[in-house]
Structures are given as C-alpha cells and as structure tokens.
C-alpha cells in the first residue's frame, strides 16, 4: 500500500504545477467554504461497490430546517425529505441506509428525520434548501455540507474513499416562494465558468513511476509478472513500465433545475484547454477544444470528450500533447446564451497491480468576459476583456422545488 499512500502527494505536486499556469483561482459566487442557504451534493452514488456518507452541519446559534431532494440522475425524478436540525448540531447518513428515526440505535447524534435509503446502483445529485417551521424556503446561511464516496468492494480498491464540499448558495433575499432564483438578488448565482486541472487519461502516475509500482517483471525474469520500477528489481529479465495510470471522472449539474415538474435540463459543456509537458524544453504543446452534450446529470471520463460528442466548436477533445491539461469548462443552454453548471472531479490513480486510490475535488471556478473582442473567453481579471468586464457570477438560474404536500 505504500505506493497508493504516495499517490496523493505525487498528485498534489502535479495539481499545483498546472494551478499556477491559470494564475490562480478566482473567488466563485457560490462557495464552498462558508455555510450558505442551499447546499448542492453534485455526486451522489450507491453502487454495488460504492456508496456515500453525507455529512451536514448547522453552524448557526439558531435550530435550522432543511427540505432536501435526491436528484435521480437517470429519470430526473426526486426524492424528497425533511431534515431540522438544533443549533450547531452536525447531522450523518449513509446515502445507501439512509436514518431511521431511532434514538436507541448505532448512529451517533441526534437523528435529524426520516432519512430514505437509496436503492442500489442510484446515481445523481442531492439538493437541500432552508425552510422555515411551515416549509417554506428562508434564509438564514448557517449550513455547510460534505459528501465521502466509501469504496466497499473488497477488491483491491476497497476502502478508497474520495471526499468534496457541498457547493453553498449563499441566501441574499428570500421571498420564501417554491422559485429559488439564483441571480445574485435572491440567492447568489452559479459561477460563470469552472476549471479542471488533471493529468491526461491513461498516463502513467508520476509518483508511481518515479517510486512505485509503475511496471511488471517480464516473463524472462525469475519473477515474472512480480511488480517493479526498473530491471535491478527483475532478475534476468526487464520491468515492463508503463503500466501505472490517472482516469479522471469529471461530474455536472446544471443551476437550473425543475424538481417541481421533474423536466430534465439540457446543456452543452464547452471545453477550452491547454496541455503541458513539464519536461520539455518547451513545456505549451497547445490548446484543445471540445464538447459534451448531456441532460439533467452526467458523470463521465475526460477521455471520452471530444471522441463521441459532438463540439460547439466542431469535433474535438483533448489533443495529443503533455500530460499535463488545464481546461476550462462553460455551460452553454442549446437554445443559446450560457447555461451555468456545477461540478466535481475525482482523479482515479492505479500502479501495475490495479491497487486504485482516489480523489475528488471541487472545481477551481473562473470567470468570462461579458463583451469586447474577448466576449465570453475565461479570465480572472477585467484587464483580460478589453471593452468589457470578467464577470465570475453566471446568467440568472432558478431552482424549482415542489410544494409541501
């Protein structure tokens, strides 16, 4: 296991190489480091190997109510729940399992509710809004969110676990209608763009390479097919390297949702990026573009973009180039004008023996210039949109949620 516990730290050392080629991330409208009024969990999953543990906390000197809907990836149907929490009371379910109202049970704290379990092999997005005592949406920006995805396989990947923050909506001024506008008046609005720094799919992990178990013995050796990172370490025969690898899985979630009238959101993400090569005299081996069409909720590799989808720009993806990408990511509504989502990535980094660690992130967030000769490119600075402004809150969105029955 030594070589998964150096994955981490060999991918930290990557992540910061490519972050400072985006001169560094620009403050998002939402938040994920302060407690907001809407919490949005972009990935939720309960597959026959994975499932995930929620986690909430009403950091508020105050008792705090939440509605909250499971997001069914696949049909666009939801689930719906209550949660009430006392003050600065943290709340924990496992997605699979869900909580039972039990005082006398195993699960530590006060239980916040009826908590549904989620059937097998669910895959989605969990979404939760204050409410007052009578359910009707408030604010009051006291809750925070975190999600773990627990990989209980028992493979050699068992007991990997990828954790993010919930993405916070800060309240500005509710009018405690069904109607969550998200535009910077009533709720603040989704970022106008997200940025993915990653390794290309399929390259070997440089921390594995370099240290780890990046290859297999030959069959000339007296070890054959024993793990290796060079020839000393197969006698009589050669380390077959190259057998290490990154997958990066990216996952989105529009900012408009309709769970009232369960109507799927269509977007097209468009993909402007650039790969690198560290070692290389000359590190820039260019820009790539590409896109992804997908409705309602999507979670997919980086590698398929561009293969199968069909470009805003014309077929593209990511090009042959370094093996280091940073690409910048735009909602864009099929009908026209832009369409914010949110995000996730988890990085998935295997030696040559399928040991599998992983890790999620939240997206950096980046925002676009409104006019000029640069409309609607990424910036993080007005000095970058000539003519016009690098605006980091996106269009207006809404949040349609279901009256109490």
């Given at each position: ?165 919930a993405i916070a909506v800060q309240g500005l001024n509710g009018n405690m209608d069904n ?167 988890e990085y998935f980094v295997s030696d040559s023996l399928a040991n599998t660690a992983s ?8 925002g676009l210039c409104s006019a000029g000769t640069n409309f609607n490119k990424p910036c ?26």
């Amino acid at each position: 296991m030594r070589t998964i516990q150096c994955v981490r730290a060999g991918w930290m050392v990557a992540a910061v190489s490519v972050c400072t080629l985006i001169g560094g991330a620009a403050l998002a409208a939402t938040t994920t480091e302060r407690p907001g009024s809407i919490l949005i969990f972009p990935k939720v999953v309960t597959s026959g190997t994975r499932d995930t543990v929620i986690q909430i906390t009403n950091t508020g000197n105050m008792p705090d109510e939440l509605r909250c809907f499971y997001l069914n990836g696949q049909t666009c149907f939801e689930t719906d729940f209550s949660v009430s929490l006392t003050k600065q009371q943290p709340t924990v379910w496992t997605a699979r399992a869900g909580r039972r109202v039990n005082p006398t049970d195993s699960q530590k704290g006060l239980d916040p509710g009826l908590i549904p379990p989620l059937p097998v092999n669910f895959s989605g997005a969990l979404i939760c809004t204050e409410v007052d005592t009578s359910d009707f949406p408030t604010v009051r920006n006291q809750v925070k969110g975190e999600a773990t995805l627990v990989d209980r396989s028992g493979s050699s990947t068992s007991g990997s676990v990828s954790k993010y923050n919930a993405i916070a909506v800060q309240g500005l001024n509710g009018n405690m209608d069904n109607t969550l506008k998200l535009d910077d008046t009533e709720y603040s609005a989704c970022p106008a763009s997200l940025v993915l720094n990653f390794l290309r799919d399929g390259e070997a992990a440089p921390v594995i390479k370099t240290l780890g178990n990046a290859g297999l013995c030959d069959a000339n050796s007296s070890n054959p097919t024993a793990p290796c990172n060079q020839d000393s370490q197969c006698p009589g025969g050669t380390c077959q390297t190259g057998k290490s690898r990154v997958l990066t899985r990216l996952t989105v979630l529009p900012c408009t949702l309709d769970l009232a009238s369960v109507t799927p959101t269509k977007v097209v993400l468009a993909f402007n990026g650039r790969a690198y090569d560290p070692a290389s005299s000359n590190p820039d081996t260019g820009d790539f573009t590409g896109g992804h069409p997908f409705s309602c909720w999507d979670s997919f590799t980086v590698d398929t973009v561009g293969k199968s989808d069909v470009s805003t720009n014309g077929p593209g993806g990511v090009s042959p180039g370094g093996p280091i990408a940073t690409m910048n990511i735009r909602g864009l509504n099929p009908a026209g004008g832009n369409s914010p989502v949110v995000g996730i990535a988890e990085y998935f980094v295997s030696d040559s023996l399928a040991n599998t660690a992983s890790a999620a992130v939240n997206l950096h967030t980046q925002g676009l210039c409104s006019a000029g000769t640069n409309f609607n490119k990424p910036c993080n600075r007005d000095v970058e949109c000539p003519s016009g402004l690098c605006m980091f809150s996106g269009p207006g969105t809404t949040i349609e949620i279901p009256p109490e029955q």
